[in-house]
């Protein structure tokens, strides 16, 4: 036994390095758009989550440089106590009406977003039923409330019953809690069926709708608004670091929900408010998603584009199907995956490896913007065509 107490860090790092699994963080040399500088080469980027081109737009860096000059660059405190600012009610009150629910509230990230519904509404007595692909956050967060954590395999809705078949009676409440868009797969969620689910064994459902927001659904509002489920029952959680060009997340549902998470959330009670420059520039966001549908059609303009070209030009990639902005190339290993990147790199597209532990199966994940041109997708598509794996 070696006696240094830290000995095991660097043993399992190599354990990591062995198994491929090491990752490390690249540079980005200028601000977000279509084309970035990576590691001193432009590439054209297909790797941000900058779903319409919001996080380098001129108007929310307006918003942001107004809010600093008013309200300083630090909200000083958290919510209850010296952090709150008119800023931050007016955005709730602007997500709640994009979501049409009664009230809204925000956090300073999705993640906290997440785990602090989650411990809030369950506890040990409860029971929660997790999609297996479901975001890390969503995870953890059931992980933290103690309540008995059953996964059931991906978007199985006749697993899903039976289980709850098998379990509900057990406990006190239940807790349904899945990705909408999954962050990682680019399927949705089959929400209509969640939801009729969800009615009839008594149970709350939580969508996690992180990639949604600003991206589907006729007014940006998510896939509650794509599945014309707006209005019922439900908890959504978002984040505002995605489409909306910002950071922070939020949870828009009933006003009595809401004002029960202000009262026992705790990673919103006991953390600083959202400071005054992201939370106006979400606020620009949301506007500029409510008022210009237009750059939600060019997205997925792009995404249609890219879809047929690789079915004309590709038709032996395996490609996950999706209906969101999100495409995965899947890859037998990590190693493959790793190669890909590699490939995609030299050929001046950022396209990342998403390995283990990350997600079961190794692949290549792009996401499309709506400032993609034509242009870049041919290259990209250029570039998988040249790829010998
Ligand atoms: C990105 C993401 C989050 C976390 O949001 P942040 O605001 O970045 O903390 C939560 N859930 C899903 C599904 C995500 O993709």
């Not at 709850?164 to 680019?186: A, K, V």
């Not at 009595?256 to 620009?284: E, H, K, M, Q, V």
């Not at 999706?322 to 190669?339: M, N, V």
Request: aromatic share 6%; net charge negative; charged share 20%.
């Amino acid at each position: 036994m070696s006696n240094n107490p830290y000995g095991w860090i660097e043993e399992s790092l190599e354990t990591i390095h062995r198994a491929d699994w090491y990752r490390s963080v690249k540079t980005i040399h200028n601000r977000p758009g279509a084309k970035v500088m990576l590691s001193g080469y432009e590439v054209i980027n297909f790797a941000s989550n900058d779903y319409l081109g919001l996080a380098a737009d001129e108007r929310l860096k307006q918003a942001a440089i107004k809010a600093i000059q008013q309200n300083g660059t630090g909200s000083t405190g958290s919510r209850l106590l010296s952090g709150h600012l008119e800023l931050h009610r007016e955005l709730e009150q602007m997500l709640s009406s994009t979501k049409q629910t009664e009230d809204a509230v925000v956090f300073s990230s999705g993640y906290l977003a997440n785990l602090g519904a989650i411990t809030a509404i369950v506890g040990k007595r409860d029971l929660i039923l997790s999609d297996q692909y479901n975001h890390s956050s969503l995870k953890n967060g059931a992980i933290l409330s103690g309540a008995k954590v059953i996964e059931y395999p991906h978007c199985d809705i006749a697993q899903l019953t039976e289980k709850l078949h098998q379990e509900r009676q057990n406990y006190r409440r239940c807790l349904i809690i899945t990705d909408s868009i999954f962050s990682m797969d680019g399927d949705l969620c089959p929400l209509p069926e969640l939801l009729d689910i969800a009615e009839e064994f008594s149970c709350m459902l939580l969508i996690d709708e992180a990639h949604a927001t600003g991206v589907i659904g006729k007014t940006g509002a998510g896939c509650s608004e794509h599945f014309g489920c707006t209005g019922r029952e439900l908890i959504q959680i978002g984040t505002l670091s995605k489409a909306l060009g910002s950071l922070g997340g939020y949870i828009a549902g009933s006003n009595s929900l809401i004002d029960f998470l202000r009262n026992r959330a705790p990673s919103w009670i006991y953390t600083t408010a959202l400071s005054p420059a992201d939370t106006a520039a979400a606020l620009a966001a949301l506007k500029i998603v409510q008022q210009e549908p237009e750059l939600r059609q060019q997205l997925w303009q792009n995404v249609n584009d890219l879809k047929q070209l690789i079915k004309e030009h590709l038709p032996n990639l395996k490609l996950v199907p999706t209906e969101s902005p999100i495409l995965c190339l899947q890859l037998p290993d990590a190693a493959t995956a790793l190669k890909a990147a590699k490939h995609l790199q030299e050929a001046g597209i950022f396209a990342p490896a998403i390995r283990p532990p990350t997600v079961s199966t190794s692949r290549i994940r792009i996401s499309l913007m709506a400032t993609h041109e034509r242009g870049h997708i041919d290259q990209l598509v250029n570039a998988l065509k040249a790829m010998q794996l």
